[in-house]
């Protein structure tokens, strides 16, 4: 997991490891087996909601130890209630919410982005243990970029943060990490950091992460067709060839071997997709819950998935 000692406003629930309860019933338990790995530290930062600085006492959260858990652990069985046989192989989600969750707590919403973030990063692993092969996550949509400037400034530094924390772990756990979207936008030293990422992990095959970063559904399908359209210009396509399968190949979630996600969820209990693989989902099974982003966890997971397993996907045909 991600030493964040460089990071502001990590708020109380983050002092919490991962564990089969919810959130809200972590929240509620005031010690922890790697309580003796916490210091704090006041630091001064910005505020998102005044534009001011302000100073914080910040949890000096010994998460890196994390990778030091027994083998047990690492070796953690797929819950009694799941069927390995039914686990899906591409589960895409909607991470909404960090902004209500830290207004709920009078936190400022870079404590809900970094909350947000240690979520992610628990979804990953528990992944990676499980057998599910693609998690595609809805990081920051391109119409994202009308938000504040100091918001969006933070989540670009974040996105920097996490990826080079995360690097060395991606590399010897075999985690290819993909990004998908207008990356033209993007700060040239992130830009930069995401194509080294990608180079350095495109070998691995255990499990891919995609991280969707200045993304569109619809600006997708639209440079597909572009593509296709030049293609058809210039003779290498004809028009009457053109197909499913080649509009798939176009789309930015080239990248994968499962390019259709089996399973989508979205947090905060929003019942849109917002612009999100609009192609993609054609056939996904919806998962849709009210808890926020950073109250994700384990166990709220696992009901997705005990949801997505007991249904029938028909793909347009009749089961008798």
């Known amino acids: 997991m991600i030493c964040l000692r460089s990071l502001p406003l990590v708020p109380h629930e983050l002092k919490s490891p991962l564990s089969f309860r919810t959130r809200a019933q972590q929240q509620q338990q005031h010690s922890h087996p790697f309580s003796q790995t916490l210091r704090s530290h006041t630091v001064p930062h910005k505020t998102l909601t005044g534009g001011g600085t302000a100073t914080t006492t910040v949890a000096n959260v010994g998460l890196c130890e994390h990778n030091d858990l027994n083998a047990a652990e690492e070796e953690e069985p797929l819950p009694s209630e799941l069927s390995e046989e039914l686990m899906p192989n591409h589960v895409a989600v909607i991470m909404d919410g960090n902004g209500r969750w830290a207004k709920q707590r009078g936190l400022p919403v870079s404590a809900g982005h970094l909350a947000g973030a240690r979520s992610l990063r628990e979804l990953v692993e528990i992944c990676c243990k499980w057998g599910v092969r693609v998690l595609t996550v809805f990081a920051f949509s391109y119409d994202n970029w009308i938000r504040p400037k100091v918001e969006v400034e933070f989540l670009m530094n974040l996105f920097e943060r996490e990826i080079k ?149 028909r793909y347009g045909a009749r089961l008798t």
């Open 165 to 313: 924390s995360q690097m060395q772990k991606f590399v010897s756990e075999g985690i290819r990490i993909s990004v998908i979207g207008d990356s033209s936008k993007l700060p040239e030293s992130l830009q930069k950091l995401i194509s080294d990422a990608e180079e350095a992990t495109k070998d691995s095959s255990r499990f891919q992460l995609i991280v969707a970063v200045s993304y569109s559904g619809k600006n997708d399908i639209v440079q597909a067709c572009k593509s296709l359209a030049c293609k058809v210009k210039d003779g290498v396509v004809q028009l009457e060839d053109i197909s499913e399968s080649m509009v798939e190949q176009e789309l930015e979630t080239n990248c994968t071997e499962y390019p259709y996600p089996d399973l989508l969820i979205r947090t905060s209990g929003e019942l849109r997709v917002s612009n999100f693989l609009l192609w993609q989902l054609a056939y996904t099974e919806f998962f849709f819950v009210k808890e926020l982003w950073p109250d994700f966890g384990k166990a709220e997971f696992v009901v997705a998935l005990i949801s997505f397993q007991q249904r029938q996907r």
